[in-house]
């Protein structure tokens, strides 16, 4: 097994809106995000099926309090040294910036915090790799404006960006303008703060939103470079082949069809301009996407600097719409894989997947790509000791990093880093449960929201704070 560049940023990955907690410390507004319940009514309301603009009493919100990293950062940020990070992706939370989203004024005590939370990783050499707009949507704005089907979005976004820019400008060098930019058509209200009126033509609507989300992306790149010159600024995709069932010509053209839905957003963020295939998508379904003069220049001359991503697994489908058992418990519900064993939830394990995929996104761009997220979520129980013995955790991230070191040594993939996801354990986006855990670091708090919050140490731990040491050289 060959090295890695000896500048390889290791590391982990959260999201504020599954970690934080604090949903209303410091000033903070509300976002689409603190709507959206646990339980049944969760795959509803992040679809923007059924509609929910604020939090009742019948519900539980388990990211109110999620595992409070709002008060125990530095605690966090701590074990993340210990374990020798390089690099830490978390997200900023529009709603502490901007409460509104369209307040005159940015909220010094958001800024504080997050200043803080960059200070305390540079006090231990540890490179902030922060998302501007990880699914969190000020709510004023989904109830005022319609979210980002509202072209007047691009504006407050920019206004956010220039704030957090200016004032973070030096500290950070790695930026990511969308978080998994194409769940937007997959969990709209989640991804993007999007409600549907009955009726409506809801594909033209979240193709107008993804124009929108596009265009921002562009202008903030081009801010970016202006206000921090060594600045990165990447683009971020759910990413994951999707494999054809069969050899017969139908389903390998369905997985085709399948991979350009996706790759459509990377394709204009990376290439700058809106490809063939989706013009004539567009047409057939006569969706007329709505544009300024200067969009297809902002477009065109605002390119992302490298290509970010999540994997978790692969995708399987067929022009068979009969053709076999569906997953579950995932955004991307998909063919199962008979070659494939699955984790708790169904999500299909496959580690030759990730080579797979590093090679489909950095044969079709040609920019460095980014691992931001890749992770097992499970049932994680303590034993009478107190320890945590997660070897299916050390298995699944083995098989992948040396799947990932093939793909840079043998294929020549440039990769700039590997962030794991819930690097702590938090709150998971798709089910809102706690006890799918993904982290290094156990978190005494249940699906119920009791739990002292005390941290401590998986096996996990230890293993990966050997694999950074090592570069990836040391898996066992």
């Not at 966090?76 to 709603?95: P, Q, T, V």
């Not at 009726?199 to 993804?210: D, H, L, P, S």
Request: proline fraction near 3%; hydrophobic fraction near 40%; aromatic fraction near 12%.
């Amino acid at each position: 097994m060959g090295k890695l560049p000896e500048n390889f940023l290791w590391g982990g990955a959260t999201a504020a809106n599954q970690c934080e907690g604090g949903f209303q410390e410091g000033k903070r507004g509300i976002a689409n995000v603190d709507v959206i319940p646990a339980g049944e009514d969760r795959f509803p309301v992040a679809l923007g099926k059924l509609r929910m603009t604020a939090c009742d009493e019948k519900h539980f919100y388990p990211s109110h309090e999620a595992i409070d990293m709002y008060h125990h950062y530095k605690e966090d940020i701590k074990m993340f040294a210990e374990m020798g990070f390089k690099c830490y992706r978390f997200s900023i939370a529009w709603s502490r910036i901007f409460p509104n989203g369209d307040d005159v004024q940015a909220n010094e005590d958001g800024l504080k915090f997050y200043e803080d939370l960059i200070d305390e990783c540079l006090n231990y050499g540890i490179e902030p790799l922060v998302t501007i707009c990880h699914f969190d949507v000020p709510m004023h704005l989904v109830t005022e404006y319609g979210s980002w089907r509202n072209r007047r979005m691009v504006d407050f976004y920019l206004k956010y960006c220039e704030v957090i820019f200016r004032r973070f400008a030096g500290k950070v060098k790695y930026w990511l303008t969308f978080n998994e930019i194409n769940m937007l058509l997959h969990m709209p209200f989640m991804g993007a703060g999007l409600l549907f009126e009955e009726g409506e033509n809801e594909e033209a609507v979240k193709y107008q939103a993804a124009h929108h989300e596009l265009v921002a992306s562009a202008l903030a790149t081009k801010l970016a470079h202006e206000l921090i010159p060594d600045a990165m600024i990447g683009c971020m995709l759910a990413a994951g082949n999707t494999y054809a069932n069969t050899c017969a010509p139908e389903d390998v053209w369905k997985s085709m069809e399948k991979d350009r839905e996706n790759y459509f957003f990377i394709d204009v963020q990376s290439r700058g301009e809106y490809p063939a295939y989706a013009k004539k998508m567009f047409e057939r379904k006569e969706i007329n996407i709505l544009m300024e003069p200067e969009d297809e220049k902002i477009l065109r001359e605002n390119t992302v600097d490298f290509i970010s991503f999540s994997y978790y697994s692969s995708r399987l489908t067929s022009a068979d719409l009969e053709a076999g058992e569906k997953t579950s418990g995932n955004a991307f519900a998909t063919l199962k894989n008979p070659y494939l064993k699955a984790s708790e939830w169904g999500w299909q394990i496959d580690p030759l997947g990730l080579r797979i995929t590093m090679n489909a996104l950095y044969d079709r761009y040609q920019k460095p790509l980014f691992i931001v997220e890749n992770g097992l979520g499970a049932v994680d129980m303590p034993a009478a000791d107190g320890t945590i013995q997660d070897g299916y955790r050390i298995e699944y991230l083995r098989e992948h990093i040396k799947a990932m070191v093939d793909a840079v040594d043998i294929d020549g993939v440039e990769l700039l880093g590997y962030t794991a996801w819930g690097c702590i354990d938090l709150v998971s986006a798709s089910t809102g449960e706690l006890k799918k855990r993904y982290g290094f670091i156990y978190v005494d708090k249940e699906d119920d929201g009791k739990g002292t919050l005390q941290r401590s140490k998986k096996a996990s731990f230890d293993w990966y704070q050997k694999v950074i040491a090592s570069n990836g050289e040391d898996l066992d």
